[in-house]
């Protein structure tokens, strides 16, 4: 289970709530004793519409709370989610043991920085930035699509170095996707199952649920839910949520389905 920490002002649901360090560093610790196994930070926001950041005004929202985390032994590793090589450089050296790309690789750096780390690496599915990528949400097969997508990233990542073992997709669950496009990729998980890595999936509080649920973002835990559960019966190794407890508790018990009905068809 991985645990979300924005530390940005104007993420879609908790932008603003841990810009302070000492606030971001005790909400990492609350979501690792829920059961988080990673903590995500990330200082920008990925939301749709939302501008960029500069690399200075990153650097200055995430690598202190970092480096709290670092000098108090944080209990469970740190991943950075960003774009920037440089900011990427800079979480790993302050401790961060992944990154995570929504844009996979779109800096032609990043994958030089993550081989010379020897650090795992998430590939996103995005088209565009999250300014425009509503407007490049056009497929027409939106899961074949996705995962020739993926494999074009996966294959520069490799070019650059990166050990195949290391990589870690994401389908990128509503960036540049239509509500009903990220149902169809939650479904279509199998699919991209095949591509011979683990998959991380992030459900949490997405519009996608709110289109289906008329629920706003801090309504939309029950939907969250359901989602991680599918996520995890379609095959998802890593579940990116804000709410770990209740996340955690679902997911073992999709878990639990999944083994079983492995279990049947063995037999």
């Known amino acids: 289970m991985v645990g ?4 940005t002002p104007d993420s879609f649901s908790d932008g603003g709530r841990f810009l302070d360090p000492g606030a ?12 988080a196994d990673l903590v995500d930070v990330g200082g920008e926001s990925t939301r749709p519409g939302a501008p960029e950041v500069s690399e200075e005004e990153e650097l200055g929202r995430v690598i202190p709370v970092l480096a709290m985390l670092a000098r108090s032994r944080f209990p469970v590793p740190i991943s950075i989610d960003t774009s920037k090589a440089a900011v990427a450089r800079a979480a790993l ?11 996979a690789l779109a800096d032609p750096e990043m994958a030089r920085v993550v081989a010379a780390a020897g ?6 599915h995005m088209r565009g930035t999250p300014r425009d990528m509503r407007d490049r949400a056009s497929y027409l097969d939106v899961v074949g ?13 490799e070019e650059a170095g990166v050990r195949r073992e290391r990589i870690i997709l994401d389908p990128g669950i509503g960036f540049a996707k239509t509500a009903e496009q990220s149902v ?8 991209l199952l095949s591509m011979g890595r683990p998959l991380l999936v992030g459900p949490s509080r997405k519009s996608f ?20 559960a599918a ?37």
């Open 119 to 124: 650090a795992p690496v998430v590939l996103m």
């Open 93 to 103: 050296d302050a401790g961060a043991a992944l990154v995570n790309d929504v844009r």
């Open 184 to 191: 169809e990729v939650l479904a279509g998980l199998p699919e």
């Open 4 to 7: 979300v920490l924005n530390v």
């Open 24 to 35: 971001a560093a005790e909400h990492a610790l609350r979501l690792a004793s829920e059961g």
């Open 145 to 157: 699509e996705v995962r020739a997508e993926l494999a074009s990233a996966m294959a520069r990542a």
């Open 231 to 267: 996520a995890v019966l379609g095959g998802a190794t890593f579940i990116r949520v804000h709410d770990v407890a209740a996340s955690r508790q679902a997911a073992r018990v999709a878990a639990a389905l999944r083994a079983s009905g492995g279990s049947r068809a063995k037999a």
């Open 209 to 228: 649920i709110g289109a289906i649920t008329g629920a706003g973002p801090e309504e939309r835990l029950s939907g969250t839910l359901a989602a991680v």
